[in-house]
């Protein structure tokens, strides 16, 4: 799994640790453990992410062509400025995540 893998690698010891051709050779890698059958609801599910990552984009260049007339800042400044209150825009309780609800 991918799990075991992720493991192996990490390994805090080099010496036990998965060298490059290990990890080649890892089931996971070589596609030897996925599974063959449909994750059930996994089309609905997509369509909804596309959906939404579709209006998420739409609302993070509107809010940053409407607060883009921020004139004096430095221009590396001012894009993450603009990034950064287009976030804030669609969380204004800042709690680091938007919901599907405050993108409507």
Request: aromatic residues 6%; hydrophobic residues 30%; charged residues 35%.
């Amino acid at each position: 799994s991918a799990i075991d893998l992720i493991e192996k690698l990490m390994n805090p010891d080099p010496r036990q640790r998965l060298t490059a051709q290990q990890m080649l050779a890892h089931p996971w890698v070589r596609g030897e453990t996925a599974s063959t059958g449909k994750i059930q609801g996994s089309d609905q599910r997509l369509k909804k992410y596309r959906k939404y990552r579709s209006r998420l984009e739409a609302k993070v260049f509107q809010n940053m062509i409407e607060l883009s007339d921020d004139s004096g800042s430095p221009d590396v400044h001012r894009k993450i400025s603009l990034i950064e209150r287009s976030f804030r825009t669609l969380d204004p309780e800042n709690k680091g995540y938007i919901t599907t609800k405050e993108l409507k």
